[in-house]
């Protein structure tokens, strides 16, 4: 306790240094928790609450940002299996959510050497046009195939799941926070 | 940190933009096909009875909150009812007699004109499971399937009327078009005179419409469409619509009628599916691949 206090009060000439990097270490999340997180939002997302149209799809959210941070565990095949299953649940034609799923992976794994360094915001602000493109590109297929117009609600969805992503950001790298703060409280 | 990627000495499997042209392949393929086509039905029913135990967990909070309100409300519940239950009784203690004179005298006509066939309808109390968010559609997802013995083209009712028609089914679950879902058709008559005609889902959000109708037809105002009974799928005689609207145009020689469903799909939980006879050669209105 003393020697700690000691230390804090700045006596040591070693206290003015900084760390070169003060960014914490990037290490890879527990895979559980990858994939347990995954499928919370899965199991989520069924639930009805998406009826209304701008309502964020927090599923391609969490699956962009695992995407962009652990582009080993989750990819293209597991966002066009998701995409699937999304399609299935909401009885849409197979493939027009594996379509916009694949899309916002892709855009996530291109973007990923330049972003991984940024903050949560700039993140957010690369991948709101990603999440835009692809749902562009679902809307006019499905409203190609449905011959129908759907309005612009999907634009808002897209949109708001964008924001959403520094808050994303926060929960998602939870565990890897406390590990750090840990760190910081055993020197 | 060890950078994922950058030291790659042996190659793994194809690389990123290869994998996603071949998704997005498969992905336009798969929507290709399952627009025009229900080559992908079996596809689409394996996948359903994969994700049915998650949906069912997802769903398992709202229900139990759902069981323990009804619980909580049961005895001012059950004092309602039975208030409208007793006021219905009184209202259908005449009609029952009614119904009765009218089914022996029907019978009765039935063995002049050597009628044999059954007409009384076997049903399947069904309770919605969820309704899918899906823009571009008016479903509902029922609890029961093919398990219960619900068939693809089955129609549902409610104490209203006709409610739409089963679409799909996998053996725990089924899907049902409403009436006002645009891949609809439902042929109708007029209560009145006895015209018949085809309702179709309409654009207009909530509503049917009457098209295909000559400008002189005989359709008015308040005018009641029931099912002709044509086609076999839906029995004959159920409410369908009331007629709202019709609009002449005298240019082209047609007019249209938008009608209001009678059925409120929307206000309850328990609907009747028909066990009408499908056959294996009738397909439903709504499963014809559109243009």
């Known amino acids: 306790m003393n020697s700690r206090s000691g230390r804090s009060n700045g006596v040591s000439p070693l206290a003015s240094l900084q760390p070169i990097d003060a960014s914490p270490f990037h290490r890879p999340s527990n895979p559980f928790f990858v994939w347990g997180s995954l499928l919370f939002v899965w199991v989520v997302s069924l639930l009805p609450w998406r009826v209304w149209q701008p309502t964020p799809d927090i599923l391609l959210l969490v699956l962009a940002f695992w995407c962009l941070h652990e582009p080993r565990r989750v990819g293209l095949f597991t966002a066009f299996i998701l995409g699937l299953l999304m399609d299935v649940h909401d009885s849409e034609f197979l493939g027009l959510h594996a379509l916009n799923y694949l899309l916002v992976a892709y855009g996530a794994i291109v973007l990923r050497r330049r972003l991984e360094h940024f903050s949560a915001l700039v993140q957010a602000l690369h991948m709101l046009p990603v999440f835009v493109v692809a749902a562009t590109v679902a809307g006019l297929l499905g409203t190609w195939l449905n011959g129908a117009w759907a309005g612009w609600d999907w634009l808002w969805s897209a949109l708001i799941t964008a924001v959403l992503w520094p808050l994303a950001d926060i929960l998602l790298f939870l565990p890897q926070r406390r590990l750090d703060d840990a760190d910081v409280n055993a020197v | ?291």
């Open chain 2, 1 to 291: 940190m060890q950078e994922h990627g950058t030291l790659r000495l042996f190659k793994r499997g194809p690389s990123v933009d290869v994998r996603l042209f071949l998704l997005l392949v498969i992905s336009l393929a798969l929507l290709v096909v399952d627009a025009r086509s229900t080559l992908l039905a079996p596809v689409r029913e394996a996948l359903a009875v994969a994700i049915y135990p998650f949906q069912r967990v997802a769903l398992a909070p709202r229900d139990a909150m759902d069981y323990i309100d009804r619980w909580t409300n049961a005895a001012a519940l059950a004092r309602d009812e039975q208030d409208a239950l007793r006021r219905q009784h009184i209202e259908m203690a005449q009609l029952s007699t009614h119904a009765a004179q009218l089914a022996a005298e029907n019978e009765q006509l039935r063995r002049l004109l050597n009628i044999s066939e059954e007409i009384s309808q076997h049903s399947i109390a069904v309770e919605v499971f969820y309704a899918p968010p899906n823009i571009f559609s008016h479903r509902l997802v029922f609890n029961k399937g093919e398990r219960a013995g619900i068939q693809p083209g089955m129609p549902v009712i409610d104490e209203g009327g006709v409610v739409g028609q089963v679409i799909r089914v996998t053996p725990y679950s089924s899907e049902a078009a409403l009436l006002i879902d645009d891949q609809v058709s439902i042929p109708v008559q007029v209560l009145r005179n006895g015209l018949r005609l085809i309702a179709f889902g309409s654009n207009e959000v909530g509503k049917l419409e009457v098209r295909y109708l000559t400008a002189s037809a005989d359709v008015r105002e308040g005018d009641t469409l029931v099912t002709s009974g044509i086609g076999g799928l839906f029995p004959a005689g159920l409410p369908v619509g009331r007629v709202e609207k019709v609009d002449r145009d005298p240019g082209t020689g047609f007019a249209m009628a938008v009608a209001q469903p009678l059925s409120h799909p929307e206000r309850y939980r328990h609907f009747l599916v028909l066990k009408v006879d499908v056959g294996d050669t009738a397909q439903p209105a709504s499963e014809a691949p559109h243009e």
